[in-house]
């Protein structure tokens, strides 16, 4: 079951709704002061939190001492109400003799902020937000008792098929709370976890962090420069942020590099960012003086995605700006579009002789986001007569990802692999006619020979003469009119013959 209380309803003037039979409790008396309330705890934060949806929110139910009394009670008023379904629910299990036979889940599906550090909701990596009550009633064992083991909500589905006698799938990554609820193991040695909230939304700053029994880090995802890390035993309430001293500047880098491999460790291949970024079809930029003024980024989109359906853009001054996720140059915040290829530079002017920074993060099909790509660097020449800048060529042998006889051809499948010519050796008996079929599209097991005549998938049959004096032979790919043509208006021919082959 899922109780909507005791959360808030945002649009309400009262905000908080509660069974009549709860009007009785905490009468005539006065909630403590929130924890942390002083303004110098709430001025602690980074400005983007500072002017969030966690402030506006305390201003809607804690920021006059009567809206705090009201709410603060409210929101315990309304626990109150679970509990009495709770009892409910229990009083029928015994009615129809299943008590003894159900065990009984109980957790939060967040904390929640009451007023501390003058902020409401939840969302942010400090303990209110993130601890959760959790109970596992299991009538079949005599004298639970609580345990500090770190359990994790994604221990909850796998705690359920265990009393199912069901297996996880081996893709899940919690575990079983059973073994602790049944006293047959103290802990899952589990030191360290993953703590995220990554939800893309105006005015609340995604973060992610770990969390160890002792210890905790965690950092905003849009600018990383801005890090807490606290010593959870000696200062439980969070107050004492020791990322600003030199003191624990190994601790730090250790927590930091801890985040980062359990993110590349636990994500999924939706999160793979894009690869083989290009400025003005310049894969290598390295050394390349960038002319155009307003240059036109490109990436390759991460097969797991599918396809793109937006895209994030950073430019910055610096590495540390860049790998900090601050696109203080441009940041084209989140773009509603498949497309991406050549995307025009929309932020600051770029000056002459400057070294920029560049990554790129894409929200695929169903609107999972990714990781941001590697960065690139490149730097801004002075604009000539030349219409735009001069092109490198980089010339890549690939090999086929896959090679199979199958009877009397030879398949081989290319990948994404983009290719103008096919280098092979064959030994002729005789002189003899060779046929390649070469196209970008499986009909089945054999590649589709009939695309669709104004479709974008290509397709050609090439033959080539061999004899018993050669070996080593060169395959020229026929040139496609509709990757050569100039385009109508355009400055520049970016021209390619070859395909996305198989």
Same mark, same amino acid.
């Given at each position: ?283 290598? !930029?390295?050394?390349?003086? =960038?002319? *155009? &003024? ?8 991460? $097969? #797991? ?119 092979? !050796?064959?030994?002729?008996? =005789?002189? *003899? &006619? ?8 499986? $009909? #089945? ?58």
């Amino acid at each position: 079951m899922s109780f909507s209380a005791p959360h808030a309803h945002d649009g309400a003037e009262d905000q908080y709704f509660w069974q009549g039979e709860s009007d009785v409790l905490l009468q005539n008396m006065n909630m403590p002061d929130a924890d942390l309330g002083e303004d110098k705890y709430f001025e602690a934060q980074p400005k983007f939190v500072r002017d969030g949806f966690n402030r506006l929110r305390w201003t809607w139910r804690y920021d006059t001492p009567e809206k705090y009394q009201h709410s603060v009670k409210g929101y315990y008023r309304m626990i109150s109400g679970i509990d009495r379904e709770i009892a409910k629910i229990r009083t029928e299990l015994e009615k129809k003799g299943l008590a003894e036979n159900t065990v009984i889940i109980l957790m939060g599906d967040n904390g929640y902020f009451l007023g501390e550090r003058q902020l409401a909701g939840k969302w942010l990596l400090y303990d209110n937000s993130v601890r959760v009550p959790l109970i596992v009633f299991d009538p079949r064992v005599k004298r639970q008792k609580d345990s500090d083991a770190l359990a994790l909500n994604i221990d909850v589905p796998s705690t359920i098929l265990d009393l199912a006698g069901i297996a996880p799938p081996k893709t899940w990554q919690g575990k079983s709370l059973m073994p602790i609820v049944e006293k047959s193991k103290k802990d899952f040695k589990r030191d360290t976890v993953l703590i995220e909230h990554l939800w893309e939304f105006d005015h609340i700053p995604p973060s992610e962090g770990v969390r160890t029994k002792d210890w905790k880090y965690f950092r905003y995802v849009n600018d990383q420069s801005f890090e807490e890390l606290y010593n959870l035993e000696d200062d439980p309430k969070e107050i004492n942020n020791l990322a600003k001293d030199s003191k624990y500047a190994e601790k730090l880098a250790a927590f930091r590099n801890k985040t980062n491999s359990l993110i590349l460790e636990l994500s999924d291949d939706y999160s793979k960012g894009p690869s083989d970024l290009v400025i003005e079809w310049i894969r290598n !930029t390295e050394g390349v003086t =960038v002319i *155009d &003024t307003k240059p036109e980024f490109g990436w390759v989109v991460p $097969d #797991g995605a599918v396809s793109q359906s937006a895209y994030q853009i950073l430019v910055a001054s610096s590495k540390e700006k860049v790998n900090n996720n601050i696109g203080d140059v441009w940041d084209s915040e989140q773009i509603r579009t498949s497309a991406s290829s050549e995307i025009e530079h929309g932020g600051t002017a770029l000056k002459s002789g400057e070294t920029y920074f560049w990554k790129v993060r894409i929200w695929d099909q169903d609107n999972r986001l990714s990781r941001y790509s590697q960065s690139q660097s490149f730097t801004m020449g002075n604009p000539k007569a030349t219409i735009t800048t001069p092109n490198s060529f980089q010339i890549d042998k690939i090999k086929p990802v896959k090679f199979e006889k199958k009877g009397e051809t030879y398949f081989m499948d290319f990948g994404k692999a983009a290719f103008a010519t096919l280098d092979f !050796t064959y030994k002729a008996k =005789v002189s *003899d &006619t060779l046929i390649f079929r070469i196209g970008e599209q499986l $009909d #089945g097991e054999n590649i589709n020979r009939t695309p669709f005549h104004r479709s974008h998938i290509r397709y050609q049959e090439i033959k080539m003469a061999v004899n018993p004096d050669q070996t080593e032979y060169q395959l020229q790919v026929q040139v496609d009119e509709r990757n050569t043509r100039l385009r109508q208006g355009a400055t520049t021919s970016k021209r390619f013959s070859g395909f996305d082959a198989v």
